[in-house]
């Protein structure tokens, strides 16, 4: 069984593996993108500054909030929790960006544009929230390319005062400090034949280089932009001569001249108002400061460990117990091979979780929208899994022999092939139970896939310590294991009951391809199985023939051609993705109707004022199953939808879905099961726990509607 499980696995892991290559930050088209926080830790009552960075390809440029005579401005839209608010984009100062006859304004390089969140007085010290951002931009050269990327930050809530970010603490202080801002400057304009003038005066001219001044307007159609501006020097300011765009034809005519007055290196917002410029004052006044942050290191890798110990405990790894028990015997009477068991089942363990890690953050950073539990979006993945879980059951049925008799465990037989089966427990413990969320997991992981590759490989290395400890306890755990009994006749009526497990895993998968590939999927599946079976009676057939003395090649040569087969049908088959489940569509009577999960849906009901149950689930999911079979079916829940007028709504996430896994990243989550319930009127959704009962559904569709109520008396 070893031996098979190594080569499916081999297959396995190269489909698992074939990823696009990245590195984080969020590339976009000819720019990366990362959302970064000033300090690290935010107070509440006070004003978190954060900042979207773009790291733009040399000769390409993006736009400031006035474009010039072409272009779009970056745009952001915010996803925040309930009672944080985002405030206006601080834009540094433009530079110049003539193309041909046209001048346009914007940005080459690295830029900053920083954003004051605000933080409600009531937000609970010790706790996180993440701010998503969707950033629009438009990214020029020769030619412009719209593109777009989803960046996230986790803020912890703390009540000191917190501390600079090291990497981007003093970048964001200094962008804050040098971008331009009122300085006490009095402005006048006064349009004079087909010229306006522009004369500023003020303390912070002094000295300055006026030779190098040029007005960045806000309202694109202010001035001629294209037009040569000139400057004429006074004692106590300068004077700008434009040229006026259509705004100055237009009745009525600008009551301001607003914009950005750029001088050398230092630039000061200005509202210039008719007639002429007097002297005037300046206090710059220190910049404001505020606290931003990401969840720190520590804290992500306590939640990770956390989050993989309660691994344990969800129902998706039920399944798989069988793998750890069988592996558990034979350690009995040996504690030195025991404790080299556990050891082997934690290199698998972590080695997978390393992998699947490895594979999610270098799509995320190519910009692909994947999530956790992505190794089973695919068909071809969960059919492999499945006739490895129906190989390693006909094994324990004894149908065939791999490797040592279970006998021989734990009487001196060759160790290393042991080990290989506890590594290989380890690894398709991970593979089929990782896309099960727990608690603690969904905050750190999404706070991984934010950070540096080194930070992201202790977060998951952290969750991949805690999932396998229990199992590497109890095996350094001399106590408990010297209460087993001794290897004996007994052990082979456990090896067979265990391979029922087994068959229920691989019948569990075989109805996650079902989901996906629907009937025809199927039934490539079923064939591949019988295949397999054939190919197993034969190699055990040979195997006995084999020990009484009696030639048996060409019986393995017919196992091996009728597991060709098996494997030929799963790895070279069609997998049409199967129509929409039943999750999405109306349900038997007495059950839920549903409406698949869209965000333009979603919106259009919102607007509506309807409120809105969404379910981020998938088939592989056996929470979500769970939830589904023993919550959403409820009488009680249904009564409760239909007492609020609450809609429900399905995101199936069994094929992979991009707007499903950016639906998730918007919520700092990268798996399901997720439980989102928006209210009637406008704000951020409440997230339900992940185990959820009736009673937990109908209380938070009363409460959805309540406001809604309120406001009508």
């Known amino acids: ?223 001629d932009h294209a037009a040569v501006q000139t400057i004429d020097r006074g004692p106590r300011g300068l004077t700008l001569t434009v040229r006026p765009g259509i705004a100055f034809s237009q009745t009525p005519a600008p009551a301001t001249v607003a914009g950005v007055l750029a001088l050398g290196g230092r630039a000061y917002e200005i509202a210039a108002t008719p007639g002429a410029a007097p002297a005037g004052s300046f206090d710059l006044g220190p910049p404001v400061s505020g606290a931003a942050s990401t969840m720190s290191l520590a804290l992500a890798v306590v939640f990770a460990l956390l989050g993989g110990l309660i ?17 558990l015997v034979g350690h009995a009477g040996d504690q030195r091979r025991g404790r080299t068991q556990g050891l082997a089942f934690m290199a698998g363990v972590l080695i997978t979780f390393l ?17 956790w539990g992505f190794q089973l979006q695919s068909p071809v993945v969960v059919a492999a899994l499945a006739l490895i879980m129906l190989a390693a059951a006909l094994n324990l049925s004894g149908l065939y022999e791999i490797g040592a008799s279970v006998q021989g465990l734990g009487a001196g037989a060759a160790s290393r092939g042991d080990l290989v089966g506890s590594l290989l427990t380890g690894v398709l413990a991970v593979v089929v139970a990782a896309p099960c969320t ?67 895993t691989a019948a569990w998968l075989a109805w996650v391809l079902a989901q996906q590939a629907g009937p025809n999927g199927l039934a490539l599946l079923l064939a591949a199985a019988v295949s397999l079976g054939l190919a197993a009676w034969l190699f055990g057939a040979a195997q006995l023939r084999r020990l009484n003395g009696k030639h048996a090649a060409p019986i393995f040569v017919a196992a091996a051609i009728a ?49 809105v149950l969404v379910n981020f689930t998938a088939a592989w999911c056996v929470t979500c199953q769970v939830n589904e079979r023993l919550a959403f079916s409820s009488p009680r829940v249904a009564e409760a939808f239909a007492r609020t007028g609450a809609i429900y709504m399905v995101a199936d996430w069994t094929n992979h879905d991009g707007d499903i896994a950016k639906a998730l990243a918007a919520e700092g989550r990268i798996g399901v099961p997720l439980y989102l319930v928006y209210g009637a009127g406008a704000g951020a959704p409440a997230v339900l726990p992940q185990i959820l009962t009736p009673a937990i559904i109908a209380q938070a569709l009363r409460a959805a509607v309540r406001p809604a109520a309120s406001a009508g008396r």
């Open 1 to 223: 069984m070893k031996r098979l499980c190594i080569a499916l696995l081999a297959l396995t892991f190269s489909i698992i593996g074939a990823g696009p290559a990245g590195a984080s930050p969020t590339p976009a088209a000819h720019l990366t993108a990362e959302l970064v926080a000033r300090t690290d830790g935010a107070a509440p009552g006070t004003v978190v500054w954060v900042a979207l960075v773009q790291h733009i390809d040399k000769g390409w440029h993006t736009y400031w909030r006035n474009p010039g005579d072409a272009g779009e401005a970056t745009r952001i839209i915010w996803s925040l929790p309930a009672g944080w608010r985002a405030g206006d984009i601080v834009w540094p100062a433009p530079r110049r960006l003539p193309v041909g006859p046209i001048m346009n304004y914007g940005y080459e390089g690295q830029v900053l544009l920083s954003v004051p969140i605000t933080i409600p007085a009531g937000a609970r010290i010790g706790q996180s929230a993440t701010i998503t951002a969707l950033a629009d931009f438009l990214v020029c050269a020769d030619v412009c390319v719209p593109t777009q990327a989803k960046v996230a930050l986790v803020v912890p809530v703390v009540s000191g005062q917190p501390h600079a970010d090291q990497r981007w603490g003093a970048a964001i202080g200094r962008a804050l400090a040098e971008a331009p801002k009122p300085a006490g400057l009095d402005a006048r304009f006064q349009a004079i034949g087909k010229v306006v003038k522009i004369a500023v005066a003020g303390a912070p001219l002094a000295g300055a280089d006026a030779a190098r001044a040029y007005f960045y307007p806000y309202d694109d159609k202010l001035i």
């Open 311 to 327: 691994l344990n405990l969800m129902p998706c790894v039920f399944p798989i117990l069988s793998m750890k028990a069988a592996a």
């Open 355 to 371: 992998a699947l890690a490895g594979v999610l953050i270098a799509a995320k950073g190519a910009g692909a929208a994947i999530g």
């Open 438 to 504: 727990a608690p603690f997991m969904g905050p750190a992981l999404g706070w991984a896939l934010t950070q540096s590759a080194a930070s992201a490989a202790a977060v998951f290395l952290a969750l991949g310590l805690g999932f396998a400890a229990p199992f590497t306890v109890l095996a350094f755990t001399p106590g408990l294991i010297g209460r087993l009994p001794k290897p004996g006749a007994w052990m082979d009526w456990l090896k067979r009951a265990l391979a029922f497990p087994m068959y229920a």
């Open 563 to 611: 597991f060709a087969f098996s494997l030929g049908a799963i790895l070279l088959g069609s997998y049409p993705r199967a129509a929409p489940s039943a999750a999405s569509r109306t349900r038997a009577p007495g059950e839920l109707a549903s409406v698949p999960y869209s965000a333009e849906r979603l919106a259009a009901l919102r607007a509506a004022g309807k409120p």
